[in-house]
Nanobody, 127 residues
C-alpha cells in the first residue's frame, strides 16, 4: 500500500529554520518523483518543487530559490524540505505527492500530476 506522511511542522520563529519530512512506504522512492506543495491560509495550494527520482531533472518554483532545499534520503525512504530564514509567508500546510514515474510530470506544478498525497503538516511562523 502506497503511503506518504508529512511531519516536522509546528511553530517556528521568524528567521529560524525548519525541516519537513515526507516519509514514504509501499514503493521504491528512487522510482518516483515527489512534489512538494504549500497551501497558505486563504490561498490555493501552490507547487514548490518536484524532486525527481534517479537521474532525472528536478524543478523548483522561483519562490523557493535560495532558501529552500529538498534533499532525498533513499535509505530512509524520505524526501525532506528544508527552509532557512523563514518568514510569515512560509506559514501554511505543506503536502507531498507522488508522481506517476521517476521523471517530473508536465506540468509539474499541477496537483493533478500527482496520484498519492500525504495528509499535510502545518507550519506557523510567528514570534
Amino acid at each position: 500500500q502506497v503511503q506518504l506522511e508529512e511531519s516536522g511542522g509546528g511553530l517556528v520563529q521568524p528567521g529560524g529554520s525548519l525541516r519537513l519530512s515526507c516519509s514514504s512506504s509501499g514503493f521504491i522512492l528512487d522510482e518516483y518523483a515527489i512534489g512538494w506543495f504549500r497551501q497558505a491560509p486563504g490561498k490555493e495550494r501552490e507547487a514548490l518543487a518536484c524532486v525527481a527520482g534517479g537521474a532525472a531533472r528536478s524543478y523548483y518554483a522561483d519562490a523557493v530559490q535560495g532558501r529552500f532545499t529538498f534533499p532525498r534520503d533513499y535509505a530512509q525512504n524520505t524526501v525532506y524540505l528544508r527552509v532557512f530564514h523563514v518568514n510569515s509567508g512560509d506559514t501554511g500546510v505543506y503536502y507531498c505527492g507522488r508522481a506517476r514515474g521517476s521523471g517530473c510530470p508536465d506540468p509539474w506544478q499541477s496537483q493533478r500530476s500527482y496520484n498519492d498525497w500525504g495528509q499535510g503538516t502545518q507550519v506557523t511562523v510567528s514570534e
